[in-house]
């Protein structure tokens, strides 16, 4: 069964970085683009990152500048390096890989990231 396995998570003060991974098993992630997202409790998941299998990148407007979205396919990881955190970076952050030509998708069970101010 594929997994995807979050870390990197905690508790980070405001201004500061951090660097989310995601280990996936059972699956070769360079056939797969991954994602990260994130949710605060009552509000929907909402898009954060994503690479495409080929290695492009896209963000959301709310971390783009100051957010980095990279993968390596050899250990199967694609990593989220998020730096001048604010306050309301704090959410839930979960990965997901779709399969680039059966769109089948997968997610994890995610890592909580809490900034404080």
């Known amino acids: 069964q594929v997994q995807l396995v979050e870390s990197g998570g905690g508790l980070v003060q405001a201004g500061g970085s951090l660097r989310l991974s995601c280990a996936a098993s059972?699956?070769?992630?360079?056939?797969?683009?991954m994602g990260w997202y994130r949710q605060v409790p009552g509000k929907e998941r909402e898009f954060v990152a994503a690479?495409?299998?080929?290695?492009?990148?896209t963000y959301a407007d709310s971390v783009k500048g100051r957010s980095t979205i990279s993968r390596d396919n050899a250990k199967n990881t694609v990593y989220l390096q998020m730096n001048s955190v604010k306050p309301e970076d704090t959410a839930i952050y979960y990965c997901?890989?779709?399969?680039?030509?059966?769109?089948?998708?997968?997610w994890g069970q995610g890592t909580q990231v809490t900034v404080s101010s």
């Open positions: 997901n890989a779709v399969h680039k030509l059966w769109k089948n998708a997968y």
């Open positions: 059972r699956l070769t992630s360079s056939n797969y683009d």
């Open positions: 690479i495409t299998w080929s290695g492009d990148s």
